[in-house]
């Protein structure tokens, strides 16, 4: 085990110097970024005292070098459209980032996986069919639809929910949470709730299939000729087997909702860091861009990380082949 957490983390520093020579290549690609630190009557003598402060005077690989160590310390420079830290910049949107992604993925678990073993348990029975054809609907339409139609229904019509912000919000420390007020409650349902949407049915179906799968295997077969309660053979011997893969699917899609919860965010006005990279793309900001590329690479590369170490840990053939190609 302690190999293959070795390996896993040397894998991820590359991916991340490669992520960093793509977020560093965006100044070289996107302008100079001089142009926007000047006066456009700037002479070329104040041009180039500029350009030698911020290091764009230096070789290529000795600016790629110092971005990757400021980088490492979470400094990404100052925001060309804000003028003001980056780091500090995401620091603000991320709590609202965060807290939408983890009540979507909250959802998605806590209804896809009962709704997939239901599925497959009554696969012939008229909820099952209903919940097939739900689920192909919310798998085919696109999610600013989904949001379109949730905001129409209950915030236009019913004026149940809040159609767009994150409510009233209580700074704990440099966090700022929603889930201490009701405001704050009711303005995450709508978007969590659209987020979660994809990757709900995703779960549902793949419970659905992993479990009828499971349930032909012979051992399942001879737990019921032992006379084991349906109930045992259900939940205790089939399911754990079933949420094998699910966990290593939940885990990757776990960082894809924080990579598209841009989507959600700019439907519902969420102040979060995928509006501020929209924010950034509009205006060519950069380090806001740059620094986006890298944080969510970064959470990515975390999520597979423990994901990998996680299968190992619920599946033993992965710590006997482990095992085995280590000698």
């Not at 659209?194 to 032909?216: G, K, S, Y």
């Not at 996680?310 to 006997?320: G, H, T």
Request: hydrophobic share 55%; aromatic share 10%.
């Amino acid at each position: 085990m302690l190999g293959f957490l070795i390996r896993r983390i040397i894998q991820s520093v590359f991916v991340m110097l490669a992520v960093a020579l793509i977020a560093f290549m965006m100044f070289r690609f996107m302008g100079d970024p001089v142009n926007s630190l000047v006066a456009e009557n700037a002479t070329t003598e104040e041009r180039d005292a500029v350009r030698e402060r911020l290091g764009l005077d230096q070789p290529i690989w000795v600016q790629y070098g110092r971005f990757v160590g400021r980088a490492a310390t979470g400094d990404f420079g100052l925001s060309w459209r804000n003028a003001r830290p980056v780091s500090t910049l995401l620091s603000e949107r991320f709590p609202a980032t965060a807290e939408l992604v983890l009540v979507a993925a909250g959802l998605s678990l806590l209804l896809g996986i009962p709704l997939g073993i239901l599925t497959a348990l009554k696969p012939n029975s008229f909820s099952t069919q209903s919940l097939q054809f739900l689920s192909l609907i919310g798998i085919s339409l696109p999610t600013f639809v989904t949001g379109i139609l949730l905001i129409l229904v209950f915030s236009v019509w019913l004026g149940w929910l809040p159609s767009f912000g994150r409510g009233t919000v209580i700074d704990v420390g440099w966090w700022s949470t929603g889930f201490l007020t009701l405001s704050g409650l009711k303005a995450l349902i709508l978007p969590s709730f659209m987020l979660c949407l994809f990757q709900l049915t995703l779960i549902m179906r793949l419970v659905r299939a992993e479990m009828m799968e499971v349930l032909r295997t012979d051992y399942i077969k001879f737990a019921k000729a032992r006379g084991l309660t349906n109930r045992s053979i259900n939940f205790r011997h089939a399911l754990k087997n079933t949420l094998i893969p699910v966990i290593t699917i939940f885990g990757l899609q776990l960082g894809g909702l924080i990579a598209f919860a841009i989507v959600t965010e700019t439907v519902f006005q969420w102040p979060g860091m995928g509006a501020l990279f929209i924010q950034a793309v509009s205006f060519g900001d950069v380090p806001v861009m740059a620094a986006y590329l890298v944080l969510v690479s970064l959470i990515f590369v975390i999520i597979n990380t423990t994901v990998d170490l996680l299968y190992a840990v619920l599946d033993p053939r992965l710590r006997v082949d482990n095992a085995q190609s280590a000698h």
